[in-house]
C-alpha cells in the first residue's frame, strides 16, 4: 500500500536525509562552510538513515517491520542530533571564528516526520486487528 500517509512522512525523512544534507550547512568554521559530506560520521548517518526510510517505504507488508525501522531510524536521528550537540559545543562561540547551521537541525525535522509516520503504521495495524477480531 504504497499509497498511504506513511509513504509521504517516509519520503519526506528520504529527501531530508539524502538531499538537503548538501544544501544545509552544518557550521563554518574560520571562513570553511561545512557540510555533511565534509564529515564521514554525519554523511553516514544521514545516508543510513535514508537507506531505512527506503526499506520501510518498500516493506509496507510487513508493519510490524515497517514500525520497527521506524523506531531504529529515529534512534539513529538521536544519535546524530547528540553527535551534532557535541561538536557544537566544542566549536567556538565567537561569531567571527564559528557559525553555527541549518543542518544542525535536520535531524530534529527527521525524527518529527518518523515520529508521523509510526503513529500512521500503528493506526494501519490497528485498524487490521479490528478487522481481524470481527471475523
Do not use: H
Not at 22 to 41: G, H, M, S
Not at 80 to 86: D, E, N, R, S
Request: glycine share 6%; charged share 15%; net charge positive.
Amino acid at each position: 500500500m504504497l499509497q498511504r500517509i506513511q509513504t509521504l512522512y517516509l519520503l519526506v525523512v528520504v529527501a531530508i536525509s539524502s538531499g538537503l544534507i548538501f544544501v544545509c550547512n552544518l557550521w563554518t568554521y574560520e571562513d570553511v562552510v561545512v557540510y555533511a559530506k565534509d564529515e564521514y560520521i554525519a554523511f553516514g548517518a544521514f545516508l543510513l538513515s535514508a537507506v531505512l526510510a527506503l526499506i520501510s517505504i518498500f516493506s509496507f507488508k510487513n508493519r510490524q517491520f515497517q514500525f520497527v525501522l521506524g523506531r531504529l531510524n529515529i534512534v539513529l536521528n538521536l544519535i546524530l542530533l547528540g553527535f551534532f550537540v557535541y561538536q557544537s559545543l566544542n566549536l567556538s562561540g565567537e561569531t567571527t571564528v564559528s557559525e553555527k547551521g541549518i543542518g544542525m537541525f535536520l535531524p530534529i525535522v527527521s525524527i518529527v516526520f518518523l515520529v508521523l509516520a509510526n503513529k500512521a503504521i500503528k493506526k494501519d495495524e490497528d485498524l487490521v486487528k479490528s478487522v481481524d477480531r470481527l471475523r
